[in-house]
């Protein structure tokens, strides 16, 4: 697995009243974009902050004390970035000012202790601002005392402290929500939200951030804005919800090209293209981070044009164009080297191993894997290390060196899940997956395969249809705007050519409209007349139009009703779901049909939102199906919703967007089909191609393992019948025998699942069935301290059964009953009829244990059990004999309560009619029923 794509994290350097935007990075170079994002503020402040720092020298000549103290204050803190022992200077007269009058003392020392914070004196700044902090307590003025403890929040965070950080942070926080100070309120969620990134909590982190970016959009700070959408797309990246990044990244780049800012432009293509590196649209990634490339170039930023030569390097390494790869990534590693950055290097080493790997040159593969493990674990990167200890043991499996191959992926996997890094904890489970399968531990392996399919399938399955979704909406509004800007600009040119054309005619219009004067004055006293008599005419004619147009729209109207009539007859007789939902996903209108899927009279769910229908996670499905909506385009999408009766249900939707006639969005239309049996058959046609494939592998195990063991048994047979043995000797011999009939048993359990088998139904009664039953396990039964109860009444129906595999089923369940109860205890058996579906009902309750609910799900499934010398076959062998009598099995528990297992089995018409009918012989064929079942 590749090392991860470099990225470049976003930082403003911290200034009083801006936020300092941190964003915590595993594999991300910050110092050198700190360092220019530092200098071009130096410079900016240098032209910008001039004019201020002249007015407020000049108000400082003629202000009173308290007021010179407030501009020494403001003084110092227009000169942090351009003179700091001027900034000092003046931070100091404010002190010794406060001292002299006693006035402003906490705020004055409160801002010396920030100065010192800015110039990175983070010890004296402490010292200062929780001297600030007691000051205060004889000034009670909030706004200072929260910026205070704000400011300490601070420097505990650059200590790494982060407890305390938060502690002040919070207790800010509360100052500014009663004050109501947006700004400052922002700066706390963003800054709790960096904090709880630097500790991997990305979920804290994101409840933070979207508070922060809510109040930013309110305040209309863009580049805020920007810088969060960035932290938000990162945060849901290492989540590996890939849809909600590439939205956020999306956002960012939006706000970025309206600030004209191509150094966030170029962050925010690398970011894109990583999202689709990392969902396989090669093509794609390609494309931004050739974009990234080309910015960087013209920046000439080093840092970052390694970190595009990596990027660019992966994708040839996955297109399998290894030259390609090769030449990006030695490019890359030698400007890293150059710059001496360790975690760059550690990458580059990493994607060069596994290009060795993949040329099969081991040695090769091997010492650059090396190298980037000792430089990951020199830099405590949790991530590095797992994803380079995962692909050390991928070149041990394919080695052979199957210990050591185990070794590192227990590495990695424990780190890898440490952090809950899904796409390398993914990789881990493959490895596996080949490793029990190399050493002939199937089940281990199949276990582990199936976690594998079932984590990518979450991971990869739903996210690509998505991004592709929302890369479309891009591109088309990308497209929107080219186009828009383009008509801007001929409306301009044409405008221009209008406006040459009209400074040339104004000389000439002038004359005109001089000499049109005059007609016209002359003209207009004789027209008078003649005109007024037009518009007579005029008004008769038009009173005419607007009956006859009055008439006309009488009979619109009522064709319109005539149509609405047939329209609400269509809907509410169609057998689809029909219905119209507002911008606030609440139900303004449901056909019938709606209302049936949903479990509700169409009263009751008109006005219903539906939300109060689906869980968190489906309802968010819904939200950003409406985004796409509001793009004027229909959606297509599944949505699982629970009924009014609780009952779960899959339903597939058809939605088409209603617009206002001033263009808003107001609302959708929808139509409804329940596919939860569709979806059940799907799930059991998949559950049968992998029962299949087991099949094959439980046949290959039984078929090598049955021959070796015959022989240790005819051995041992031999050695006992034979030869003259002591007491110890023969015991060991018959301890070999029990182990192989174990195992025999085992295998034919093995067989039993792989293999069809016919049975032969025949007319029986089966009370004395299960009386023939009971008698064989009535010992077994005072062993275990077993009391066995039976409820058969008599004259029951006769019922088609085959005693042998209907004795085998009942066996099964008999043997887990008394399994389930270690210490003794009550299995009660009872038969009776349930003549409304005419069934049969057996049912077995014992005292035992019970089932776990996460376990009761599963029982059914090959090869589970919790059994440590189970292996998970008999259950569901017992469910196959009774389907294939044409019955049902369903077993209710509890853990820690009663297990019931209800096993019921159809009665024939002969015997609800109660015809006599005798048992079946083997000459009687015609009443035999041969029913296979595997």
Known sequence: MHARNQENSLTLFPLVGFKTYKNKEKNIRMKKSFFLVTLFLIYTSLFSNTIKIDSLNLRLNTADSIKKIELLIELSLEYVVIDTLKSLEFSNQALELSDQIRKHKAQAIGNSG????????HETSLKLLLKALTQLDLENDLKIRADILKNIGFVYTEFHNYNRSLEYFNKALNIYLELELKTDISIIYYSI??????????????????????LDEELGDKEGMAILYYNIGEKYELLAEYVKALESYFDCLKVYEKLADRDGISDSYNAIGNIFQTLGDFDVALEYYNKYLEIQKEIEDKSRISIAYNNIGIIYDDNKDFDKALEYYFNALEIDEELNDKEGIATITNNLGLVYYQLKDYDKALEYY??????SKELNDIWAIANTSNNIAELYLDLTQYAESFSYVDKGFEYAESIEVKDVILESFHIYSKLYSKTNNYQRAFEYFKKYTDLKDTLFTTSIRKVAEIQMIHETEKKEKEIELLL??????????????????????????VLALIFITYYFYNMKKKANQILEKLVKKRTKELQIKIIERKSIEKSLRKSEEKYRTLVET????????????????????????????KEELVGKNFKKFTSKEEFNKILIQTSIRKQRKSSNYELSIQRKDGAMRVIYVTTTAIIRSDGKYRGAFGIFHDITDQKKMEKQLLRSERLAGVGELATGIAHEIRNPLGTISAVSQLYISKYKLDKEQKELFEIILRNCEDTDKVIRELIDFTNPHEISLELKDICKVIDNFLKHLYAVSVIHKVNLIKNCPKKLPQILIDEKWLESALSNCFTNALDSMPDGGDLTVTVFPDHKNNEIIVTLLDTGVGISKENLDKIFDPFFTTKQDGIGLGLFLVHQIITAHNGRLNIESEAGKDTKVIIRLPIPRESREKKRIEPQTNTDKHRQKKVSFK
Do not use: P
């Open 114 to 121: 920030y100065i010192y914070y800015l110039i990175g004196n």
């Open 193 to 214: 939200g960096n904090i709880y990134g630097s500790q991997d909590k990305y979920e804290k982190a994101l409840q933070y951030f979207h508070k922060s970016l809510s």
């Open 370 to 375: 090396q190298q980037s493990l000792s430089l």
């Open 488 to 513: 801007k600009n001929n409306m301009i040119y044409k405008l221009e050519i209008e406006k040459h054309k009209l400074e040339r005619w104004i000389v000439y219009l002038s004359l005109i409209i």
């Open 574 to 601: 169609i057998d689809e779901g029909v219905g119209n939902v507002d911008e606030n996903e609440n139900f303004t209108f449901v056909n019938k049909a709606a209302a049936n899927i949903f479990g509700c009279s």
